[in-house]
C-alpha cells in the first residue's frame, strides 16, 4: 500500500494532481483544503496517501497533513461515507474543524458542507467523537475545553432562563449574544444577569 508520495508535480486541478516519481505518474484525487496548498507544476510535493482499493479499481487519495489523511481515515470507516463524500467534507472545512465540530457535537457546521445531511452529522458526531477529540493536537484540546465550558453555561443558562418562564428561542439568542459579544470569560450568574436586563427591555 502506498501511504506517501515524495516527487514532482506535474499537473493539478481542484480535484486531482498528478506526482511524477522517479518517472512514474501518481495520479492522486484531492480535497479542496490539500489542493490550495499544491506548489506549481514542476515543484516538489509530498502528500500523504491513503490507498483505497476495490474490485475494479486502486484509488490514490491525497492530503496536505497526516491529520487530514487520518480525518478522511475517519470518516470512511463510517458506514453510509465513502472516500467521495469525506473528499467533500475535507473540501468544505479544514481537518482541525472538522475534528473541533465533531467534537462539540456542531451539527450546524457540519450541515452547512454541502452533501452532509441531518443523519449524516448525527452518525459522524455519534461513531467518532472519541476519535475525534483524541486526534486533535496539542492546541486543540484547550480549545475544545474552553467552548464545552461555555457550551455547558450556555445550556444551564438555557434551563434556569426556561425555567423562569422564558420562551426558549428568545433565551438562546439572548445567550448566544451575550457569549458572542463578551469581552472576557463569563460566568453562568453574569450571563443570566445579563440576559434578565436583556429580554426585560
Not at 56 to 71: K, M
Not at 85 to 105: D, F
Not at 159 to 166: H, K, P, R, W
Request: contains cysteine; glycine residues 8%; hydrophobic residues 45%.
Amino acid at each position: 500500500m502506498i501511504a506517501r508520495l515524495s516527487g514532482i508535480l506535474i499537473q493539478k486541478s481542484a480535484t486531482q494532481c498528478v506526482v511524477d516519481v522517479q518517472g512514474a505518474g501518481y495520479r492522486v484525487i484531492v480535497p479542496l483544503s490539500t489542493f490550495y496548498e499544491l506548489p506549481d507544476a514542476g515543484q516538489p510535493v509530498v502528500l500523504q496517501i491513503h490507498t483505497h482499493v476495490r474490485e475494479d479499481a486502486i484509488s490514490l487519495y491525497g492530503f496536505h497533513t497526516e491529520e487530514a489523511r487520518e480525518v478522511f481515515q475517519l470518516m470512511i470507516s463510517v458506514s453510509g461515507i465513502g472516500p467521495k463524500l469525506a473528499v467533500n467534507i475535507l473540501s468544505g472545512i479544514s481537518a482541525g474543524e472538522w475534528v473541533r465540530a465533531i467534537a462539540l457535537e456542531d451539527l450546524k457546521r457540519l450541515m452547512g458542507i454541502p452533501g452532509v445531511g441531518r443523519k449524516t452529522a448525527e452518525r459522524m458526531i455519534l461513531e467518532l467523537k472519541d476519535k475525534a477529540v483524541k486526534l486533535g493536537s496539542q492546541a486543540a484540546p484547550v480549545e475544545i475545553a474552553a467552548v464545552r465550558n461555555d457550551e455547558q453555561m450556555k445550556e444551564d443558562a438555557l434551563s434556569a432562563l426556561v425555567n423562569l418562564g422564558y420562551k426558549g428561542s428568545s433565551a438562546r439568542d439572548a445567550v448566544e449574544r451575550i457569549i458572542k459579544e463578551a469581552p472576557e470569560p463569563l460566568t453562568l450568574d453574569r450571563i443570566l444577569k445579563k440576559a434578565l436586563r436583556m429580554m426585560a427591555g
